[in-house]
């Protein structure tokens, strides 16, 4: 068994196209036309061929509720790994990105979270070597 695709709702999956790809640095993979929307998935350049992370409509009804939860209680829907969280913040924050919660060490890591600018908080992670 593989992970092969997960999903993150966004308010509007253009403007999430531009920025997973443009500023978090993601590859699109597809974009099929689905009625008004699209199956549209990003990929990381380090992983190609590895999962894909659909940027899915957020029109069901449940979702405002979940998401706006979530973000009051500042849960991340997402976790991407990278090596270094404060060479990417400092890499972000350049671009523009709000971070709510700035890098900061949970020993096993560190870990820093910001908003994906289409309603969600992502978390960025680097584990610590043993």
């Known amino acids: 068994m593989r992970l092969t695709l997960t999903s993150i709702f966004v308010d ?3 403007a999430a196209l531009d920025f997973y ?3 978090l640095g993601f590859t699109k993979r597809h974009q099929v036309p689905v009625g008004d929307d699209f199956w549209l998935t990003v990929t990381s350049p380090d992983q190609p061929d ?13 979702v405002k ?3 706006d939860a979530m973000i ?3 849960i991340p829907l997402l976790q991407l790994t990278v090596d270094d969280v404060e060479a990417e ?11 709510t919660q700035p890098p900061t060490d949970i020993g ?10 289409c309603g969600n908080l992502i978390q960025l992670i680097a584990m610590n070597p043993e």
Do not use: C, S, W
């Not at 096993?108 to 600018?117: E, L, N, S």
């Open 12 to 14: 509007d999956q253009r």
């Open 21 to 23: 790809t443009n500023v």
């Open 50 to 62: 590895g999962p894909e992370l659909l940027l899915e409509p957020a029109g069901h009804p449940a």
């Open 65 to 67: 509720p979940y998401r």
């Open 72 to 74: 009051t209680d500042g």
């Open 89 to 99: 913040h400092a890499r972000l924050t350049e671009k523009g990105v709000i971070f």
């Open 108 to 117: 096993t890591g560190r870990i820093a979270v910001f908003d994906d600018t």
